[in-house]
């Protein structure tokens, strides 16, 4: 029984460091897809108070997003809690919705995104990805490619719930 416990815990962790992980998400079955045009990324709120690295995890995103999906998709300055309504958002940056992220990295690393319709304030897709161990423990080009791992994925799924097929 201890070789099968220790294979098992060589497997889970060979499937953490490989960068397979779980993601779970939700989309509002009736959103106005159709109606969004331009979307708006916030930066990204990560337990860092550094803001290099709330701006590299935000440009990893809206790039994977402008890739996969959209062209006009526009940069915001704020952070969630910085926020005032979304509504506010779109007339100032003149966006129909608005992605929102976050990092959470206690034992694991996961990655939070939500888009938000500006008009109704309502949530339309949502996701949850679970990156691996805690980024400390990676170097920085290992951290930078689960990222963009998880956003790939991330986007692709989203694109496919709102009918897009994206470039590979």
């Known amino acids: ?3 099968f416990t220790g294979l098992a815990g060589i497997v889970c962790l060979a499937f953490l460091l490989s960068g397979c ?3 779970t998400t939700y989309a509002k079955p009736d959103a106005p897809w159709a109606s969004i045009r331009r979307i708006g990324v916030l ?3 990560t337990p860092s108070e550094n803001p290099v690295h709330r ?3 935000t440009q990893l995103f809206t790039q994977e997003l402008r890739r996969q999906l959209f062209g006009d998709v526009v940069e915001i300055p704020l952070t969630p809690a910085e926020t005032l309504t979304f509504k506010s958002l779109a007339s100032l940056y003149q966006v129909d919705a608005v992605f929102a992220g ?6 694991t690393a996961t990655v939070h995104v939500r888009l938000v319709d500006c008009a109704t304030e309502e949530l339309l897709w949502s996701s949850a990805y679970l990156v691996g161990r ?3 423990a990676f170097p920085f080009r290992t951290v ?3 990222f963009h791992r998880a956003f790939r994925k991330m986007i692709r799924d989203f694109a496919l719930r709102r009918g897009f097929i994206p470039s590979s």
């Open 1 to 3: 029984m201890k070789k």
């Open 134 to 136: 805690g980024a400390e």
């Open 55 to 57: 701006t590299v995890v």
């Open 102 to 107: 976050s990092v959470d990295e206690s034992e």
């Open 144 to 146: 930078h490619q689960q």
């Open 43 to 45: 930066t990204f709120s």
């Open 21 to 23: 992980a779980s993601m």
